[in-house]
């Protein structure tokens, strides 16, 4: 069989049988796929130190179109310490992974998720507020769901100034005299409208740093829940545990 190179990301890991593993990794060239890989578990694996949740490498494998496919070696390593590291961090990364694990189905080549992926756990290494990265790759993602909220305009008007609000009944923002058409609007803080704007402009690799207020960062992860629950309608359990996480340091 063919043995490929390719640049890929390891989504999850789960045991199978007493030896054995399985692993999805999300790689640049062929999309997600899943790698059996038999002894795993022995101490001396040369697979052992690079399986890892969040770890980026250059592989070494067989790809199958049909069942599984299959790893010899890797290369190239870059690890996402702080992911791996920190519980609090970890929990966003997987909520992060879990998300990307569910926008694409297996074997579908997508770069731009991909790097965007990629871009998101960089950023994430670099110490920037992991809180905040992950509602931009939230934001981002929703076009990967194939849903493109308007966040340039006000929907009835097409006033490009705000203040604005959003409306799950427009797909999009309202200006302030066109509230009145919508009672069910979010109610969402102006200045958080104009954040996600930004947001939704800047590429994830030009992040230098973040300086958002906890009560903005609060009022921002309302109004994404909000967005998701209606447009996207999945639920993680990774999200759940960020949720139940969070009240721990109330």
Known sequence: MQVHTFEGIVLSIRDYKESDAMVK????EYGK???FVRHFKSGNHVLRGVLLPFTQATFLGTIN???LSFLREYKDIGLFKRAQEDLYVHAYATYI???CDAVIDDRIVNEDLYDL???TLSAIEKGLDVEVVTLIFELKLLR???INPNLNR???SDEEQGPFDYSLKYGGLLAKNQWHLDTYRLQANPNAIYLLQKCQRISMDKLTSIDISDAMKKELRR???????EYVDIHLKSKTFIEQMNQWYI
């Not at 990794?25 to 640049?28: M, R």
């Not at 109004?223 to 629950?229: N, S, T, V």
């Open 25 to 28: 990794i999300f790689t640049k």
């Open 223 to 229: 109004i994404m829940d909000a967005l998701y629950e």
């Open 33 to 35: 796929q899943m790698f």
């Open 97 to 99: 992974v879990n998300l």
């Open 65 to 67: 179109r049909n069942g």
């Open 144 to 146: 990967y769901f194939g």
């Open 154 to 156: 006000c929907m009835v």
């Open 117 to 119: 992926l990629k871009q």
